[in-house]
């Protein structure tokens, strides 16, 4: 099986599926996109929305994360990353609806963007009113997912690590990079959990090669 992501580490959705590619401890390779600006003809003809990441499974082009990561699991059911048919199956599907939904668009991204992406990459300062804005949605969400993660299960579908997960600990770096953290007296499950997320060997080898790419300009890596 040839696998190659196109796209960057930085982005939560070519994280989490270089993630989800890293737990079936398959090989691949990473071709850079940076989606910043105009996407490239050629890049629209594999992307027709423009975005990252397109996974190359075996020279046929598939650019979305979710269907990406659904594909690898029908051809690589062992580790099983979703779980199985039935309400446990319907409840990751949820889940990472909403992780999409409010943790990344309505915390996450405009954190980064103004936080991380701006000044880093395009010299403009952060504006204060879209991270004002992220700074009063983000109590909220972390509450629904600090109810999600009752003390002593260690993933969001209790024993089994899956796809909602590494949604989470994607997006979670982002929010690290942005500056961020956690407040662990206020939310000591999710606290402890996105630690324990990034201390796994998939996110270890991925947060290597953002080290690589952004070095001490991020402060998770200050
Ligand atoms: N649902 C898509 C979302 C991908 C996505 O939004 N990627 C962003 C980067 S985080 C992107 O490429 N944005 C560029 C653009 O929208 O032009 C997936 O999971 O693959």
Not at 68 to 80: K, M, N
Not at 98 to 112: G, H, I, Q, R
Request: charge should be negative; include cysteine; aromatic fraction near 12%.
């Amino acid at each position: 099986m040839k696998l190659r992501v196109h796209g960057t580490l930085l982005s939560p959705w070519v994280r989490r599926l270089v993630a989800f590619i890293e737990e079936k401890g398959l090989d691949y390779e990473i071709e850079t996109v940076v989606p910043l600006g105009d996407p490239d003809p050629d890049f629209l003809k594999i992307s027709p929305l423009g975005k990252v990441p397109v996974l190359e499974f075996n020279g046929r082009f598939l650019p979305d994360s979710f269907a990406a990561c659904t594909l690898l699991e029908a051809e690589v059911p062992d580790p099983a990353l979703f779980p199985k048919a039935g309400w446990d199956e319907a409840w990751m599907l949820w889940l990472c609806d909403y992780l999409a939904t409010a943790l990344f668009s309505k915390v996450e991204a405009p954190l980064f963007i103004q936080q991380f992406i701006n000044p880093t990459f395009q010299n403009t300062a952060p504006d204060a009113d879209i991270v004002a804005a992220a700074q009063q949605m983000k109590p909220q969400v972390f509450d629904y997912l600090e109810t999600q993660l009752v003390s002593g299960r260690p993933f969001l579908l209790g024993d089994q690590c899956t796809l909602a997960d590494l949604t989470a600990g994607s997006i979670f770096v982002n929010y690290f990079h942005a500056g961020e953290t956690i407040d662990a007296a206020r939310w000591p499950n999710l606290s402890d959990y996105v630690i324990r997320l990034h201390a796994r060997p998939s996110f270890e080898r991925i947060l290597d090669q953002e080290r690589q790419l952004v070095g001490t300009t991020s402060p998770l890596f200050g």
